[in-house]
């Protein structure tokens, strides 16, 4: 899991829906807390916080409208079952370091996009909110000067 989604914030594209988010929270080995949120007049606004977890010799992913349980992962691919569906599958392959492409029950498919850390994407979203500027999408910029000492 954490060689796929790691403990990033994750841009999801291709809903048809304004542009929302997922940010992987590690939480210890084997757990991770998913928030799934858009952004709304420069703050974010979380739509589901779901959780990740090892319980009776299972990965499950317990969402607000399903639960996944993982049958196989390796270290580009992950595949989740809905317990109630055994024939909804969920498929998560990393395709680069920054993206992750998803099939989705129906042959509906999503696009992760790697975004900046969590804490420096919601303080730039705010300040284009603000300054009506686009910084949120701009990378970031190396430290130049000398290191600071104490």
């Given amino acids: 899991m954490e060689n796929i ?3 990033d914030n994750w841009k999801v594209t291709g809903d048809g829906n304004d542009s929302s988010y997922w940010y992987f929270s590690r939480l210890g080995d084997l757990a991770f807390t998913v928030y799934h949120f858009k952004i ?34 390796d270290s580009v691919s992950a595949i989740w079952n809905d317990l109630n569906d055994a024939k909804a599958t969920y498929t998560f392959k990393k395709v680069s370091d920054s993206n992750i492409s998803v099939e989705l029950p129906h042959g509906k498919k999503l ?8 804490a420096i994407f919601l303080a730039r979203s705010r300040y284009d909110y603000i ?10 910029v190396p430290h130049r000067g000398k290191p600071l000492s104490n």
């Fill in 5 to 7: 989604f790691s403990s």
């Fill in 40 to 73: 709304r007049q420069g703050d974010s606004s979380i739509n589901e916080v779901s959780h990740i977890n090892y319980a009776r010799d299972a990965i499950k992913w317990i969402r607000s409208s399903e639960t996944l349980k993982l049958v196989s992962a």
């Fill in 111 to 118: 696009l992760l996009t790697k975004k900046l850390s969590l």
């Fill in 131 to 140: 300054h009506n500027t686009h910084t949120v999408d701009s990378p970031l």
